[in-house]
């Protein structure tokens, strides 16, 4: 399939409430939507770089920049066979994984849609298992103006269907938190997200969360530090996950060789797409660790991606895969809804992703666009 042209857009749509971290609020999301075209058929992309660099050094700013001057420019005109072949075309870029993984998003769309198969299954092609129709999902709360804000919080979204519940901390918004929701929601799966706020001292503070039966621990010291994960993991009985400090199947290796984690939260984009996603996948069931699929407050089109990434059989944890009304009240793609008895929400089945793009909405919360054909190289 030869790549003839690709659209790029930067968006920008108002959140449906604040969404509180570590490292600040967000009130709006900006990110990167591309539209890769190859002999009739049309592939998605979504950069989840956004407004600062808080999460990750990436912004939609420096991403548009990467896109724009490298990475566009080295796949143009390219005949892609198999979304695989994207990594040696982009080796000549050091990191910028959020970028690089907007082009492997739309590659797996594309030559799925040509194979006739949805991205779930193109991507479940190497195991007997197949890919999942529902997949498990929970629910990400940011910080709160209080606890007994945040205990409401958690009723609401319980009462609406989600069976997990993630709650964002920091230096001192964390162990009374963990008590009080674990006091008031004694049954519920309960885990902790710190955003690498924290330093191997503060093990104490994890090790009193010991008695709260929560279901993991993650990303609670730096965001580059695999070995400090390695050496509070055996001080603490609750499940240590890894987020910021895997972004490459490299790095979940050498986390799984010094022991640092229990468990892996693979957000695609933060590893470059879904090609180094699913390596990440098979080296993990090798050494028996859980994984679960991690979220960037995707608008439709990313998150139709991160379903069909869930939907391996590896994935047994539940994602951060909420439905489209958590954060957007009009997206720009297919609505994503919860299926309330049993917390998932139901993968794809049409071709490539399985959506639709509203490109009237596209076009409404677009900020810049700009078309790359090959005749621009």
Same mark, same amino acid.
Request: hydrophobic share 40%; glycine share 8%.
């Given at each position: ?38 002999? !009739? ?7 989840? @770089? ?9 912004? @939609? ?110 230096? !001192? ?134 379903? @069909? ?69």
């Amino acid at each position: 399939m030869k790549i003839e042209r690709i659209d790029l857009f930067h968006i920008s749509m108002p959140l449906v409430s604040p969404f509180g971290t570590s490292f600040g609020v967000q009130l709006d999301r900006d990110c990167l939507i591309m539209k890769l075209y190859a002999e !009739g058929l049309v592939g998605w992309g979504e950069c989840v @770089a956004t407004n600062d660099p808080g999460y990750s050094y990436e912004t @939609a700013v420096t991403a548009w920049h990467i896109l724009s001057d490298f990475l566009i420019p080295a796949v143009l005109g390219k005949n892609l066979q198999e979304p695989e072949e994207l990594q040696a075309w982009l080796s000549a870029v050091r990191g910028h994984p959020l970028a690089k993984a907007t082009l492997d998003q739309a590659a797996w769309d594309i030559t799925a849609q040509r194979d006739g198969l949805s991205m779930a299954q193109k991507l479940a092609l190497p195991y007997a298992e197949g890919s999942k129709e529902r997949v498990k999902v929970g629910i990400s709360i940011g910080i709160q103006p209080s606890i007994d804000a945040t205990m409401d919080v958690i009723a609401e979204n319980l009462a609406k269907g989600y069976g997990r519940i993630k709650l964002k901390i920091k230096p !001192g918004h964390d162990l009374e938190l963990a008590r009080a929701a674990r006091h008031h929601f004694p049954d519920t799966l309960i885990m902790l997200d710190a955003n690498s706020a924290y330093k191997l001292a503060d093990a104490p503070l994890f090790q009193a969360m010991d008695d709260l039966n929560l279901l993991m621990i993650e990303q609670p010291l730096g965001y580059e530090d695999i070995y400090d994960h390695s050496q509070l993991r055996p001080l603490i009985q609750t499940p240590l996950c890894l987020d910021e400090s895997i972004t490459s199947a490299d790095h979940a290796r050498y986390a799984l060789a010094l022991g640092a984690c229990d468990i892996i939260n693979v957000k695609p984009t933060r590893v470059s797409g879904w090609t180094e996603a699913r390596k990440i996948h098979d080296m993990a069931q090798d050494h028996d660790v859980r994984l679960w699929v991690g979220g960037m407050l995707e608008t439709g089109i990313g998150r139709a991606a991160q379903l @069909a990434l869930a939907s391996l059989p590896g994935f047994t944890l539940p994602g951060d895969i909420s439905a489209t009304e958590r954060y957007y009240h009009h997206d720009i793609a297919t609505r994503f809804t919860l299926n309330s008895e049993d917390s998932t929400i139901t993968v794809p089945t049409g071709l490539g992703l399985g959506i639709e793009v509203d490109e009237e909405r596209l076009t409404a919360v677009t900020t810049q666009k700009k078309t790359f054909t090959i005749n621009d190289f």
